[in-house]
């Protein structure tokens, strides 16, 4: 089975889910060869191939055992004196035992006859002699009766015991094949296991090196606001730009959100949402099990697409304090990968506001007309809108976060420690995953 799944290695560039880049700018940029093909990347098995191989062998050496299990009671059973087997044996032991004893007391019949016949006395007569011949001639008869029933009754407890012993035999020979069946399933199983250990161990020292961040390769957020009205849905986008020079066969944007409440010591997680969409694939989808969107088919040098983004939080969230972490990847059929710089994006989260509850009077009273004033100066940044100027990735922050407590910053500085890591590893974990969408939200 293991050999099966080598020979099924994947040979073949990965089949990515493709979205055509959206406003693609247009501007050549020389191309400058950077990542030559490997083949030795290419002629690795998939872990998918060698998982599927290594489940198998389990249960291979689970049939085996049971297989031996069986083949062992069989045995037994081949060896008990209850088997049909041996029964016929203990009846042909008694048939051959009678028939000897029966052969014995022949022979004893005839030699007293021949004695008597031998030992008549000189004056006997006629008819004592006559008498005395014919005990003789039926003494013989006997014996010649018993002796044919005595070789009968021993050549059928011959085969009889040959029968039992190949019937035994047999039970132990196939417990013997079992035995070996088990140590083999077991060495194959063992070997399986190894192959993906060792894959999964050279897949992780891959994504290590898929790991180094890429500056050519830079994405930048816009529409993000600085606060978010839980219940209130919000859409912004990621800008994917190739600044390497050559064209990137699959490049993907990577989102993730860690949020707090106001005392930075509830998570939020659980009550956040993002989804991606494309102009091909316009219904929303959750990102996938590694936070990364659809991907982005054949990127040319210098040019760039729009991921668009939608971030949701459940109407019962309470206030707090979110920080988003954007960056992309980018992995070629021929094995060359790697990362941009990651930024990381501070709002607020505001909580819903509830429905204002009209009070109960006994009786309506005429209420004087209120003169309006003017009313508190707008945020600078209306809910789902863009920011006034549009975000850098250069600072990676926005101008306001809505903190204002350490406590809430080191909350959110601990989340961006597991995101960010070194570098952008994150980024290049799991890639041969492949881009489907997976179900879940963002995991807090």
Same mark, same amino acid.
């Given at each position: 089975?293991?050999?099966?799944?080598?020979?099924?290695?994947?040979?073949?560039?990965?089949?990515?889910?493709?979205?055509?880049?959206? *406003?693609?700018?247009?501007?050549?940029?020389?191309?400058?060869?950077?990542?030559?093909?490997?083949?030795?990347?290419?002629?690795?098995?998939?872990?998918?191939?060698?998982?599927?191989?290594?489940?198998?062998?389990?249960?291979?050496?689970?049939?085996?055992?049971?297989a031996?299990?069986?083949?062992?009671?069989d045995?037994?059973?081949?060896?008990?004196?209850?088997?049909?087997h041996?029964?016929?044996?203990?009846?042909?032991?008694?048939?051959?035992?009678?028939?000897?004893?029966?052969?014995?007391?022949?022979?004893?019949?005839?030699?007293?006859?021949?004695?008597?016949?031998a030992?008549?006395?000189?004056?006997?007569?006629?008819?004592?002699r006559?008498?005395?011949?014919?005990?003789?001639?039926?003494?013989?008869?006997?014996v010649?009766?018993t002796?044919?029933?005595?070789?009968?009754?021993?050549?059928?407890?011959?085969?009889?015991?040959?029968?039992?012993?190949?019937?035994?035999?047999?039970?132990?020979?196939?417990?013997?094949?079992?035995?070996?069946?088990?140590?083999?399933?077991?060495?194959?199983?063992?070997?399986?296991?190894?192959?993906?250990?060792d894959?999964?161990?050279?897949?992780?020292?891959?994504?290590e090196?898929?790991?180094?961040?890429?500056?050519?390769?830079?994405?930048?957020?816009?529409?993000?606001?600085?606060?978010?009205v839980?219940?209130?849905?919000?859409?912004?986008?990621?800008?994917?730009?190739?600044?390497?020079?050559?064209?990137?066969?699959?490049?993907?944007? *990577?989102?993730?959100?860690?949020a707090?409440?106001?005392?930075g010591?509830?998570?939020?997680?659980?009550s956040?949402?993002?989804?991606?969409?494309?102009?091909?694939?316009?219904?929303?989808?959750?990102?996938?099990?590694?936070?990364?969107?659809g991907?982005?088919?054949?990127?040319?040098?210098?040019?760039g697409?729009?991921?668009?983004?939608?971030?949701?939080?459940?109407?019962?969230?309470?206030a707090?304090?979110?920080?988003?972490?954007?960056?992309?990847?980018?992995?070629?059929?021929?094995?060359?990968?790697?990362?941009?710089?990651?930024?990381?994006?501070? *709002?607020?989260?505001?909580?819903?506001?509830?429905?204002?509850?009209?009070?109960?009077?006994a009786?309506?009273?005429p209420?004087?007309?209120?003169?309006?004033?003017?009313?508190?100066?707008?945020?600078?940044?209306?809910?789902?809108?863009?920011?006034p100027?549009?975000?850098?990735?250069?600072?990676?922050t926005?101008?306001?976060?809505?903190?204002?407590?350490?406590?809430?910053?080191?909350?959110?500085?601990?989340?961006?420690?597991?995101?960010?890591?070194?570098?952008?590893?994150?980024?290049?974990?799991?890639?041969?995953?492949?881009?489907?969408?997976?179900?879940?939200?963002?995991?807090?």
């Amino acid at each position: 089975m293991l050999a099966t799944a080598v020979a099924a290695a994947v040979t073949t560039p990965v089949v990515v889910l493709s979205v055509t880049p959206a *406003f693609a700018d247009t501007r050549p940029t020389a191309r400058t060869p950077q990542h030559p093909a490997s083949p030795a990347r290419q002629a690795k098995p998939s872990l998918a191939e060698l998982e599927r191989a290594a489940t198998e062998a389990a249960k291979a050496l689970d049939a085996a055992v049971a297989a031996e299990r069986a083949a062992g009671e069989d045995a037994a059973k081949a060896n008990a004196l209850t088997a049909p087997h041996n029964v016929a044996v203990k009846t042909a032991r008694q048939v051959a035992g009678a028939a000897a004893v029966a052969k014995t007391d022949a022979d004893k019949a005839l030699a007293a006859a021949e004695k008597a016949l031998a030992e008549l006395p000189v004056d006997a007569t006629d008819e004592q002699r006559k008498d005395a011949e014919r005990k003789v001639t039926e003494a013989g008869a006997v014996v010649t009766a018993t002796t044919e029933a005595k070789a009968t009754a021993e050549a059928q407890l011959t085969r009889d015991l040959a029968a039992a012993y190949e019937a035994m035999n047999a039970a132990e020979q196939r417990l013997e094949l079992a035995k070996k069946a088990v140590v083999e399933a077991r060495l194959a199983k063992q070997a399986a296991d190894k192959a993906l250990a060792d894959a999964k161990k050279a897949a992780d020292q891959e994504d290590e090196e898929c790991a180094a961040a890429e500056p050519r390769l830079t994405a930048v957020v816009t529409g993000l606001p600085t606060k978010v009205v839980a219940g209130e849905p919000v859409d912004f986008s990621v800008r994917l730009t190739n600044g390497t020079g050559e064209t990137l066969d699959k490049v993907q944007a *990577f989102v993730s959100v860690k949020a707090t409440d106001k005392t930075g010591l509830k998570d939020l997680g659980t009550s956040l949402k993002l989804q991606w969409s494309s102009t091909t694939s316009p219904k929303w989808q959750n990102l996938d099990r590694d936070d990364r969107s659809g991907a982005i088919s054949a990127l040319k040098a210098g040019t760039g697409a729009d991921v668009k983004l939608r971030l949701s939080v459940d109407a019962s969230a309470p206030a707090g304090d979110a920080t988003a972490f954007i960056g992309g990847e980018y992995l070629n059929t021929d094995g060359s990968c790697g990362s941009s710089p990651t930024d990381k994006y501070d *709002f607020t989260i505001e909580a819903a506001v509830a429905k204002p509850t009209p009070a109960a009077s006994a009786s309506p009273t005429p209420t004087p007309t209120a003169t309006p004033t003017p009313s508190a100066t707008p945020s600078a940044t209306a809910q789902g809108g863009t920011s006034p100027t549009p975000l850098s990735t250069t600072s990676g922050t926005l101008a306001a976060t809505g903190s204002s407590t350490a406590t809430q910053q080191l909350a959110l500085a601990g989340g961006a420690a597991v995101v960010l890591g070194s570098g952008a590893v994150f980024l290049a974990r799991r890639r041969n995953a492949g881009t489907g969408t997976g179900t879940k939200g963002i995991d807090g």
